[in-house]
């Protein structure tokens, strides 16, 4: 299984969600890999904020690099999680047929079935909006796991 985690610039929510259903799946035969939508921060470290919460729980996002989601990714993985519903869309908006759009859901969906809600932004807010954040994607990520 092949499993791809998507925001808007591959520092915040995906590389979490990334890690997270990573080290969740270390002992499955799951591949899990993360990109953005956009191209801001192609090549860089998930943002600090990302890596110090994640380090609180035992995970290492120090190996991941930023990288822009292309139509090869349609290719390349089962299941495509967007973290927002602008992320789903510009991820749809260049899927080639209803196979690829199949394989993109919102990530929130797995805890609460077709909610559509999204995984907030943590990026310019203040406080524990990386902790919040993480608490949402960890609870998907079991539920994702459940289903493997």
């Known amino acids: 299984m092949r ?9 915040c929510r ?3 969600a990334e890690g997270i259903l990573t080290h969740k799946t270390q002992d499955l035969d799951v591949f899990v890999d993360s990109a953005g939508t956009a ?5 860089n470290l998930p943002d600090n904020r990302s890596i110090d919460i994640a380090n609180k729980y035992g995970i290492d996002l120090t190996d991941q690099r930023a ?3 292309s139509e090869i990714d349609f290719d390349n993985f089962d299941k495509i999680y ?8 510009s991820i749809i908006s260049i899927a080639r047929n209803q196979n690829d759009r199949d394989k993109v859901d919102l990530i929130l ?3 609460n079935s077709k909610s559509f809600d999204s995984v907030p932004d943590p990026y310019y807010g203040e406080g524990d909006g990386f902790q919040k954040v993480y608490s949402m994607l960890d609870k998907a990520c079991d539920m994702i796991v459940n289903k493997l």
């Open 14 to 16: 995906s590389p979490l």
């Open 3 to 11: 499993i791809l985690m998507v925001c808007l610039g591959n520092i």
């Open 109 to 111: 969906n797995e805890t």
């Open 82 to 89: 967007a973290m927002d519903t602008h992320n789903y869309s």
């Open 67 to 69: 990288r822009q989601f």
């Open 39 to 43: 191209s801001y921060h192609i090549g």
